[in-house]
């Protein structure tokens, strides 16, 4: 019988490998229908979560080899990336599509620096996992983790906060609001996952990264589950159903290109 982490990465190449076609093909018919930073992301992101189900896989198989434990922690921890992308896309579809004037200006800066700290906590992370299971640099791990995950934090309640304010405010068009509806709704898994990295922080870095129960591949398989691999996929599969509907919506309206690229 498998252990629980082989079967984890068995589970997510079950239900990631359907999703790789899916999510490309939604790309490619919803390329015209901007902006596209919120339809590409799940491509990136199901092919990180389908390679990490494998790589899992072998390094239980062949426990010890230092580079395949980097790489797969690394795998494990940057599929949080993909999904805030695919959040500040949809967000930035509603404001581009609803918002004139000052209004517009103020959030498509926001957005702009929101997109630019996306990229400076994935590089971050990757740093940090790229120091998986070396003790002298146990410190300067930890220190890129929490800095990573805290902006992390802190894009998602941005994010939240223009969403609420534009459902709330009255400010996007009828025809948006079941975007942010979607945003929203798909952020409080993301904020699940993104408090499963901050624990992670604190409780499976540097040293303590092979005995914590917090560590994604030497800890707690179920908490890794549900606290990780389970809000990542209910996410994925909001921002699918998004994409798909926005397909549809375009379709069925005959809108001209003009008019659905943003």
């Known amino acids: 019988m498998a252990d629980p982490h082989t079967a984890l990465g ?41 390679a990490s189900g494998i790589l899992t896989i072998i390094e239980e198989q062949t426990p010890g080899n230092r580079t395949l434990i980097i790489i797969t922690i690394i795998f494990l921890n940057i599929g949080l990336v993909p999904l805030v992308l695919s959040f500040s896309g949809i967000t930035r579809l509603v404001v581009e599509s609803s918002l004139k004037g000052e209004e517009f200006k103020r959030s498509k800066k926001l957005l702009k620096i929101i997109r630019w700290n996306i990229i400076i906590a994935a590089a971050l992370l990757g740093t940090a996992g790229g120091f998986a299971g070396q003790a002298e640099k146990a410190t300067t791990q930890k220190t890129l983790s929490i800095v990573a995950y805290v902006l992390f934090a802190a894009l998602v309640v941005g994010l939240i906060g223009l969403c609420a304010a534009l459902y709330h405010g009255n400010w996007a068009k009828e025809g948006d609001r079941i975007y942010l509806k979607g945003a ?34 030497f800890g707690s398989a179920v908490v890794f589950c549900f606290m990780a691999l389970v809000p990542e996929y209910i996410a994925l599969c909001v921002f699918i159903y998004l994409s798909v509907y926005r397909l549809r919506s375009c379709k069925a309206t005959q809108l001209n290109e003009t008019e659905c690229e943003l």
């Open 184 to 217: 929203l709704l798909a952020s409080i898994f993301i904020c699940i996952r993104t408090a499963y990295g901050l624990i992670g922080i604190f409780e499976a870095s540097g040293a303590n990264i092979l005995t914590s129960i917090w560590s994604p591949l």
């Open 10 to 50: 068995i589970a997510q190449i079950v239900f990631y490998a359907p999703l790789v076609p899916i999510s490309i093909y939604l790309l490619i018919r919803n390329w015209g229908y901007g902006p596209r930073t919120a339809w590409y992301p799940p491509v990136p992101f199901t092919m990180i979560r389908l």
